[in-house]
């Protein structure tokens, strides 16, 4: 879903990150270096940064700053938006940056300076991309922290990437952690639309109960808001059509996100995989300030309509370890403009 956010005004133009990479890098498939090694994640962090180039150009030292504050173990990033290696007309590799022309290797090497100089340079990164500059996803672990397995898929095949970079799924020995990036759900029944987000939500309730022989904590833009407590106006977004369209079926109108049909599917993906919302099992009522994770156009109707789409979901057995949850990070019409929104949460050893 569309995010609307504007860099925080600075005085003169912005510079493009300038250290040098760290020896060892951050690129897909580079051999992790020698440290102490712990076994369990426990500070998590996860960002729809729509658009990372985006992001290092206009807000790298804010966003630097806050990762150094928090110190989160993982940071799950969705809608890169960088297009995966391959030339064209040949096949890509969606856990690699593309390179093969002078601005992609331009828009490359800023980006993978941001991710050596501090406190980035600490981290371990895996990348899922689309052939295009759309969705995709990024995953960064602490380098004392080694999964086991990274995976790009739902059936757990590291070789496989899902189309648009869509998972990455790291397994540690004592939990899982999956990052995906939702597709929209759209307005109409077509390939692109309710059927593509049907088959999503098939495939994810089939994973999450063959993947229950260990904790998981599934975070990301699930592009889905659950209940009428997640919306700021439930009517306005039940009632919500594109240009006058209706759609047959009634469980399919509304906003995309907010359709009964996906809410009782997503419903069904919590239950069946025995998950708790985290944010929700720690905050039981609207927080009209901080509750919701996008925000409507700044202007038309949907100025001051919000929605909280973006989410920690967490085994039941995982509940009573789940220290916080919080929000960050506020939309453009709001006082205060940040430069982004962010979901952190700890559990607790």
Same mark, same amino acid.
């Given at each position: ?8 005004e ?20 580079d051999? =992790? &270096?020698e440290? +102490?090694?712990k ?13 990372l180039?985006l ?5 790298? &030292?804010?966003?630097?700053?806050? *990762?150094?504050?928090?110190?989160? !173990?993982?940071i799950?990033?969705?809608e890169?938006?960088? &297009? ?23 828009e490359?090497?800023?980006l993978?300076?941001? =991710?050596?100089s ?10 899922s991309?689309?052939?295009?500059k759309?969705?995709?996803?990024? =995953? ?14 739902? +059936? ?6 899902? #189309? ?16 995906t ?49 997640d *919306?700021s ?14 759609? #047959?079926?009634k469980? !399919? ?19 069946e995989g025995?998950?708790? !919302? ?10 009209m ?9 700044p ?18 057995k995982?509940?009573?370890? *789940? ?12 006082e ?14």
């Amino acid at each position: 879903m569309k995010r609307f956010f504007k860099p925080i005004e600075k005085e003169g133009s912005a510079k493009k990150p300038s250290l040098s990479p760290s020896k060892h890098g951050a690129e897909n498939g580079d051999a =992790l &270096p020698e440290v +102490d090694v712990k076994k369990e994640p426990l500070k998590f962090l996860t960002w729809n940064a729509n658009s990372l180039l985006l992001r290092v150009k206009s807000n790298w &030292p804010e966003f630097s700053n806050f *990762v150094s504050n928090l110190d989160p !173990d993982v940071i799950a990033i969705q809608e890169v938006r960088m &297009p995966a290696a391959g030339s064209k007309g040949a096949p890509k590799k969606p856990g690699e940056l593309k390179d093969d022309t002078s601005s992609s290797r331009e828009e490359k090497q800023i980006l993978m300076r941001a =991710l050596s100089s501090p406190p980035f340079g600490n981290y371990h990164v895996w990348w899922s991309l689309a052939d295009t500059k759309y969705a995709g996803t990024a =995953l960064l672990v602490k380098k004392c922290l080694r999964p086991l397995k990274v995976s790009f898929s739902l +059936d757990g095949t590291v070789s496989k990437h899902e #189309p648009d970079g869509r998972v990455i799924l790291a397994e540690f020995e004592t939990l899982r952690i999956l990052n995906t990036y939702a597709p929209n759900n759209g307005w109409k029944d077509e390939e692109n639309s309710f059927q593509r987000r049907r088959k999503w939500d098939k495939r994810l309730l089939e994973f999450v109960v063959q993947s229950s022989d260990k904790p998981l904590i599934w975070c990301g833009d699930l592009n889905v808001s659950h209940e009428d407590i997640d *919306v700021s106006h439930p009517e306005f977004f039940s009632a919500a059509k594109m240009n006058g369209y209706v759609p #047959p079926n009634k469980e !399919d109108c509304g906003q995309p996100g907010f359709t009964l049909a996906e809410r009782k599917r997503f419903g069904a993906i919590l239950k069946e995989g025995r998950l708790v !919302d985290a944010y929700r099992y720690l905050h039981k009522e609207k927080d009209m300030e901080c509750g919701f994770s996008w925000s409507g156009h700044p202007i038309g109707k949907y100025r001051g309509k919000r929605m909280r789409i973006d989410y920690f979901i967490v085994s039941e057995k995982l509940k009573e370890r *789940v220290a916080e949850c919080e929000m960050h990070g506020k939309g453009i019409e709001l006082e205060g403009v940040n430069f982004s929104f962010f979901l952190l949460a700890t559990i607790k050893r």
